[in-house]
């Protein structure tokens, strides 16, 4: 796990304006009907308002095939619907890109080491944006060691460690797999 992290885990510091950090806000579903494209089913949570309200997307990879490029787009829609993009500064068009990247390797390791994933879920807060993913694997995620830029394969928890403010796995006792969250800073 990345020791990234300048405060303990589940803290994410002092929110801005005096905001309570609290997550909530409604959590809708989505489905990808025919043609894969990915559409909520429930309206998207308001954005994060003085309460500091999160606002949060879930696709479900049921019956879905090309999972990553599926990934991909419902959070770069996520990303428009909640103004990340279109990017007006270089550094927010890294930090959307970031995240995208993110997105893509976490469902990328799920398909090839744990019988793919089961459901992707996003939440934006004002400070994070936290990726989960879920899938029915045994396997414990970490980073190849040593790391060998030069050779293919195996880069992809590398990646999450080094773009990421903190990344970890979380598991339910008595229920099969795994989530593997991810969070990024959402950019200023």
Not at 5 to 26: C, K
Not at 27 to 46: F, H, M, R
Not at 49 to 54: I, V
Request: glycine fraction near 12%; hydrophobic fraction near 35%.
């Amino acid at each position: 796990m990345s020791t990234t992290r300048p405060y303990s885990p589940g803290d994410r510091g002092p929110e801005p304006s005096g905001a309570s950090g609290t997550s909530g806000g409604a959590a809708p579903a989505a489905d990808a009907p025919d043609g894969g494209v990915a559409t909520p089913i429930a309206a998207p949570a308001p954005p994060p308002g003085p309460s500091g309200e999160a606002q949060v997307r879930r696709l479900s990879f049921e019956d879905q095939s090309g999972v990553v490029p599926l990934a991909r787009d419902f959070t770069r829609q996520a990303l428009y619907d909640w103004g990340w993009l279109p990017a007006a500064t270089a550094d927010r068009r890294a930090a959307a890109e970031d995240v995208l990247l993110v997105v893509s390797e976490l469902v990328t390791n799920a398909c090839l080491h744990a019988e793919g994933p089961d459901l992707l879920t996003i939440t934006c807060d004002r400070k994070v944006i936290r990726l989960e993913v879920t899938d029915r694997g045994t396997g414990q995620p970490s980073p190849r060691t040593p790391h060998r830029a030069g050779r293919p394969g195996g880069h992809g928890m590398f990646i999450v460690q080094r773009l990421c403010l903190d990344w970890g796995v979380q598991r339910t006792p008595d229920v099969a797999g795994k989530t593997v969250w991810a969070e990024l800073g959402t950019p200023s």
